[in-house]
């Protein structure tokens, strides 16, 4: 089953290991040249957390986690309780789009691997926008035919295993048009097959 508690003990025993995955890596990479000492973070679908323990080495004042698994959210508290970042890391449970009203802007949000999992991309972003004070950092797959392959089966696989999630494909430039249209300019961006990671900066509003 997709985002569950094993599934999150298995990343996180990777990550004990390997560090960061390669996607969540070069998010780290855009990020590490802005100003994060005494900031706040959103990281929406956090999973294990790695970005926010990043956030948080990196002098980062405080993260929130918002996360519709449950079991990767207990991952994520427990590390926090296990490295003393309790008074510093926020968690809460539910789809972003709605339960992001219990928190107040922050700095940064992230979306690492995040805007496929909903059928409605503007949504998602347009509420990132508005809740970031000034950057908005996201992963999100590349299109074309190898990208509509790859979603169709994981959808297809995803319905043998019969689990509800489903993987949504969306227009590159549609994505980025949304940013634009809500005063951000891209600042950084990087490919690691099949993702696109970039990283947006407010400028205006």
């Known amino acids: 089953m997709f985002f569950d508690r094993k599934t999150a003990k298995k990343e996180y025993r990777q990550y004990i290991k390997k560090g960061p995955s390669r996607v969540t890596s070069k998010i780290i990479q855009q990020l590490t040249n802005q100003n994060i000492e005494g900031k706040s973070l959103i990281d929406v679908g956090g999973g294990i957390g790695a970005l926010q323990w990043w956030f948080l080495q990196m002098g980062g004042a405080k993260t ?30 539910g789809d972003y789009t709605v339960v992001h009203t ?16 909903y059928p409605n ?18 992963s999100y797959p590349i299109d074309g035919i190898i990208s509509r392959v790859i979603t169709w089966f994981g959808a ?18 549609k994505i980025r048009e949304v940013f634009e249209q809500q005063g951000y300019e891209r600042i950084s961006h990087s490919l690691a097959f099949p993702w696109h990671i970039e990283t947006y900066r407010r400028i205006k509003g």
């Open 156 to 173: 297809l696989f995803a319905k043998l295993k019969s689990n509800s999630f489903r993987p949504y494909l969306h227009p590159v430039n």
């Open 102 to 117: 219990q928190v107040v802007r922050a700095d940064y949000i992230t979306l690492d691997k995040v805007v496929c999992c």
């Open 64 to 93: 929130t986690a918002i996360d519709a698994s449950s079991g990767y959210l207990q991952q994520a508290e427990e590390h926090a309780t296990e490295n003393d970042w309790d008074a510093r890391a926020n968690f809460i449970f």
């Open 121 to 138: 991309f503007k949504e998602i972003l347009e509420t990132s926008c508005h809740k970031a004070r000034t950057h908005v950092a996201l």
